[in-house]
């Protein structure tokens, strides 16, 4: 493996990425790895490694978990690959909404943070100041996710994120406030700011590996199988993009 494909930090002079893969955890970034012709020896960590799946370059990095980690990684890779370079967040989310059923995967239309609450100055629950109430993804991006060809069910939805593990109390309290949302997590939200102001093209698709229950061991229990599926349909929205844009114009 080349230094180049291994190794994206300080590589902003060679060929830009199809696209950045953001994973928080460390499960997360190896299920998507899996799927790469040269996956890196270790989980990806820190900086952003090149892979090869299905022909297309991707800068695959894992950030850490919460807002501040994704930020983090997003902003670096901005900054190494530029704005025109999609970013697409993969991992795990805790299902909330009634449709959304233990093995599915959501593909996010829209992201809210859930930690806002500006209303005492007349902004919406959710809401950052000076931000939409609704961050929205690049609906092309959205568009490959859906047309994935798995044997699971990929749905659209809204994904909230806040830096809260969503147990069955608090998933309660957020199905009346957020009755829109579909799944939880702790990044997509920060990463989709970012994207939203840097006008980045984003998606995040996440893998439901639990149903906000009492205690988190229908997460760990289902973890590594929704990191797959979710990194599974990753993989299909990076070689769709990659072929559509390397297609000769008709």
């Known amino acids: 493996m080349s230094t180049r494909q291994n190794d994206a930090a300080g590589s902003a002079g060679s060929s830009a990425p199809s696209a950045v893969v953001i994973a928080a955890m460390a499960e997360e970034a190896a299920a998507f790895a899996a799927f790469a012709t040269d996956p890196p020896v270790e989980p990806v960590g820190g900086a952003p490694r090149f892979v090869t799946v299905d022909g297309a370059l991707v800068a695959l990095v894992r950030s850490g978990i919460g807002f501040t980690n994704a930020t983090i990684a997003a902003a670096r890779c901005f900054h190494l690959f530029g704005a025109a370079v999609p970013v697409i967040s993969i991992g795990s989310a805790g299902g909330l909404a009634t449709d959304v059923e233990l093995g599915d995967v ?3 239309r829209h992201y809210v943070n859930l930690n806002a609450d500006a209303t005492v100055f007349g902004y ?3 809401q950052v100041p000076g931000m939409p109430e609704r961050y929205a993804a690049d609906t092309h991006l959205v568009d490959h996710a859906l047309e994935a060809a798995v044997p699971f069910h990929v749905r659209p939805h809204v994904i909230g994120s806040s830096e809260v593990f969503v147990a069955d109390q608090r998933a309660r ?3 009346e ?3 829109d949302v579909g799944a939880v997590d702790m990044e997509s939200a920060a990463i989709a700011q970012f994207a939203h102001v840097h006008d ?4 995040s698709v996440r893998g439901i590996s639990d149903l906000c229950a009492p205690t ?6 289902h973890l590594d199988d929704a990191a797959e599926r979710a990194a599974r349909v990753a993989v299909a929205l990076v070689t769709a993009r990659h072929r559509a844009l390397a297609a000769p114009a008709v």
Do not use: D, S
């Open 200 to 203: 980045v093209p984003f998606v």
């Open 124 to 126: 919406r629950l959710g």
């Open 106 to 108: 959501v593909v996010g």
């Open 173 to 175: 309290a957020l199905r």
């Open 216 to 221: 988190g061991e229908q997460f760990r229990t």
């Open 177 to 179: 406030t957020f009755p």
